[in-house]
């Protein structure tokens, strides 16, 4: 079973960029779909984008040009980095598994991210 | 994008009794590429059904799934206690991968 990690800041400031990291437990980093998810307090779920190991990704369009995901498959790691950040980018920032044309199998635990000054 | 909304936005039940959660989305989903998650509590979302009809790893059999072209279903039969939670169906034919904006399933 795959296991799945939540690192970075949990506050950035009004205009500058988020960036998080999810590490993943094994060897796997190869062989699934990497997922960001995004849910503001009391509210839904929001699919930002993902990333393949050969670096192939999807966005969501909602989020424009401000996100990037890369990945680095030697360090079993995948990252999100969210430009000119606002308040409206506060929420829990989930990454999770998925296969190709497939539902998200495992999920990390989640980390709060605080847009604020 | 397909917009997924869900119904209704709240169900109140016992325990014992059977829920029925509806997913309806926006256009066809091909290939029956529907899923359903629950979410409690500060906990991230669990993977209850794939593909419409499929559970997930460890899934009890009280929880099913049906449906296809826009309309999908997730039915839970005799609820226990640690059912009450929060439903959301995820549809991933179509990038971006939509969310319905969840069933919030109380004990009544």
């Known amino acids: 079973q795959v296991q799945l990690q939540e690192s970075g800041p949990g506050l950035v400031k009004p205009s500058e960029t988020l960036s998080l990291t999810c590490a993943v437990s094994?060897?796997?980093?190869?062989?699934?779909?990497w997922n960001w998810v995004r849910q503001p307090p009391g509210k839904g779920l929001e699919w930002i984008g993902s990333?393949?190991?050969?670096?192939?990704?999807k966005y969501n369009p909602s989020l424009g040009s401000r996100v990037t995901m890369s990945i680095d498959t030697s360090r079993r790691e995948f990252s999100l980095r969210l430009s000119s950040v606002t308040a409206a980018d506060t929420a829990v920032y989930y990454c999770?598994?998925?296969?190709?044309?497939?539902?998200?199998?495992?999920w990390g635990q989640g980390t709060l991210v605080t847009v604020s000054s | 994008e397909i917009v997924l909304t869900q119904s209704p936005g709240t169900l109140s039940l016992s325990p014992g009794e059977r829920a029925t959660l509806s997913c309806r989305a926006s256009?066809?989903?091909?290939?029956?590429?529907l899923g359903w998650y629950q979410q409690k509590p500060g906990q991230a979302p669990r993977l209850l059904i794939y593909?419409?009809?499929n559970r997930a790893t460890g899934i009890p059999d009280r929880f099913s799934g049906s449906g296809s072209g826009t309309d999908f279903t997730l039915t839970i039969n005799r609820l226990e206690p640690e059912d009450f939670a929060v439903y959301y169906c995820?549809?991933?034919?179509?990038?971006?991968?939509?969310f319905g904006q969840g069933t919030k399933l109380e004990m009544k």
């Open positions: 999770a598994s998925s296969h190709y044309d497939s539902s998200f199998d495992y």
């Open positions: 094994d060897d796997s980093i190869t062989t699934y779909y």
């Open positions: 990333i393949y190991y050969t670096g192939n990704t």
């Open positions: 256009q066809s989903i091909s290939r029956t590429y």
């Open positions: 593909h419409t009809f």
């Open positions: 995820q549809q991933y034919v179509f990038s971006p991968y939509s």
